[in-house]
């Protein structure tokens, strides 16, 4: 099983709204994309410090192959595209488990 996790910091004139909207449109559209097992967005916690994020999605995929045919699927697609009108920086980490 692979994990992709795509760490996202707002620009800061990004409204708790509109991160709630971008949080339930990835889970409902990108669990769509056929090869996605599961799909959670949320956001980070000041826990132990400041995180170096401000929301993470993890995306759970059954082997590489389906991996690699996700970002071309025009749902991702279209979801990528909102993210440089409100993100500063994007992070991507793929985990095997």
């Given at each position: 099983?692979?994990?992709?996790?795509?760490?996202l910091k707002?620009k800061?004139e990004?409204?708790?709204?509109?991160?709630?909207?971008?949080?339930?449109?990835s889970?409902?559209a990108?669990?769509?994309?056929?090869?996605v097992?599961?799909?959670?967005a949320?956001?980070?916690?000041?826990?132990e410090?400041?995180?170096?994020?401000d929301?993470?999605?993890?995306?759970?995929f059954?082997?590489e192959?389906k991996?690699?045919?996700?970002p071309?699927?025009?749902?991702?697609?279209?979801?990528?595209?909102?993210?440089?009108?409100?993100?500063s920086?994007i992070?991507?980490?793929d985990c095997?488990?």
């Open positions: 099983m692979i994990r992709h996790v795509v760490m707002f800061p990004v409204s708790q709204e509109q991160r709630l909207k971008l949080r339930e449109m889970v409902a990108l669990g769509q994309i056929p090869g097992k599961n799909v959670i949320g956001q980070a916690l000041d826990i410090g400041k995180p170096p994020c929301a993470a999605v993890f995306i759970d059954d082997d192959a991996l690699k045919a996700y071309g699927h025009p749902v991702h697609k279209a979801a990528e595209a909102q993210l440089p009108a409100m993100c920086d992070e991507v980490l095997l488990y």
